[in-house]
């Protein structure tokens, strides 16, 4: 294949422009709010478990409050109907009131007892209260986190992205000004190789494998024309010859 050696050079333009539009995509894809926004995110998951958990304790707690309150009622006002007919005297018959008082001093330490199961419950639905307030609180600061760190990595793909665009546009200007034979060859290298297509020789090694040629390659690409579009022996990559070459 032949070309002109300015188009030869022009390629190295190309191979410019496609090796920092190369640099662009490693740097938006590792950008370092990648990994604090999935570290965040996970952390933050990790408290909505804890929050899911607490709230249900809370929940249960409540329900178990609820229900042992309703026994002490139940208790208290069966132990008042009971005083209320020791009271009254309607009862006469000395083991009827043996019976009675009996039954009102087991109601009383039943009545104790559940109060005490009431207190205890209590305690934990106020500790699983604070539970839950205070992951609701660690949630929201680091929800906050998360969304400073998805803006700042918003942000920072968005110059990424603007200046791609421009590099584009300048690849799309130069790339047209390059033989269609050349450049096709060049993008099929580019593909094989690693995303460089083309290199240049200087000081007699190829930039591409970074390899010096020896004796017999520097005399045949010296003995080339100018217009010959010669290859790099080791690497198989566009050898582009300029007055640093070494030749």
């Not at 208790?75 to 009271?87: F, G, K, N, P, S």
């Not at 007892?113 to 680091?142: G, P, Q, Y």
């Not at 993008?187 to 690693?194: H, I, V």
């Amino acid at each position: 294949m032949n070309a002109a050696p300015a188009d030869q050079i022009r390629l190295l333009d190309v191979q410019a422009l496609d090796i920092r539009l190369t640099q662009l995509a490693h740097r938006r894809e590792n950008l370092p709010e990648h990994d604090e926004v999935r570290t965040r995110e996970e952390e933050l998951t990790q408290l909505r478990d804890l929050l899911v958990a607490a709230q249900t304790e809370e929940s249960d707690t409540a329900r178990e409050q609820t229900k042992a309150e309703q026994d002490v009622d139940q208790v208290r006002r069966r132990a008042t109907r009971d005083q209320e007919r020791l009271d009254s005297g309607a009862v006469t018959s000395s083991k009827d009131l043996e019976n009675l008082q009996s039954e009102i001093a087991s109601l009383a330490r039943r009545q104790s007892t559940l109060e005490d199961v009431v207190l205890e419950i209590m305690e934990r639905n106020e500790a699983a209260s604070a539970r839950v307030a205070e992951l609701t609180e660690r949630a929201a600061a680091v929800q906050a986190k998360v969304d400073d760190a998805q803006a700042r990595r918003t942000a920072a793909s968005g110059e990424i992205d603007a200046e791609e665009a421009t590099v584009r546009k300048e690849r799309e200007v130069v790339a047209a000004a390059v033989p269609d034979d050349l450049l096709k060859l060049y993008d099929k290298l580019r593909a094989q190789q690693g995303g460089v297509g083309a290199a240049r020789l200087f000081q007699r090694r190829c930039e591409g494998c970074r390899l010096e040629l020896n004796i017999t390659e520097v005399n045949e690409v010296r003995a080339a024309a100018p217009d010959t579009v010669v290859r790099c022996e080791n690497c198989r990559r566009i050898l582009v010859r300029t007055p640093e070459s070494g030749l």
